[in-house]
Nanobody, 127 residues
Framework: QLQLAESGGGLVQSGESLTLSCIAS????????VGWFRQAPGKEREEVSC?????????YYADSVKGRFNISRDNAKHTVYLQMSGLKSGDTATYYC???????????????????WGKGTQVTVSS
């Protein structure tokens, strides 16, 4: 069974950058679409970004992060990254890595609920 572990969260100032990592274990990562979600206190979970395998080419970004966040994956390292720049206080949340079916990352994000989830990493942006 696939297991996911996020890292890289922390406290940053508004406008700064941060890169989150998600390391997979228990199974090969290249048979899954992967993505990032976030949830702030008192708010609903929001899908941030997802990516299929490179040869499938599909990448999704929420409008709230387009142009500021970049998702990438390194299957050889079993790792998914979320590079975040121009961080704002509204980006403060717990960020979760998720994985689902290989074709499940579509133009509007995951077409189905991801199958596997990490435990999350906290990102706090101070203004």
């Amino acid at each position: 069974q696939l297991q996911l572990a996020e890292s890289g969260g922390g406290l940053v100032q508004s406008g700064e950058s941060l890169t989150l990592s998600c390391i997979a274990s228990g199974s090969t990562l290249d048979v899954y679409a992967v993505g990032w979600f976030r949830q702030a206190p008192g708010k609903e979970r929001e899908e941030v970004s997802c990516i299929n395998n490179p040869h499938l080419g599909n990448i999704y970004y929420a409008d709230s992060v387009k142009g500021r966040f970049n998702i990438s994956r390194d299957n050889a390292k079993h790792t998914v990254y979320l590079q975040m720049s121009g961080l704002k206080s509204g980006d403060t949340a717990t960020y979760y890595c998720a994985a689902g079916g290989l074709h499940h990352c579509r133009q509007q994000g995951f077409s189905q609920e991801p199958w596997y989830w990490g435990k999350g990493t906290q990102v706090t942006v101070s203004s």
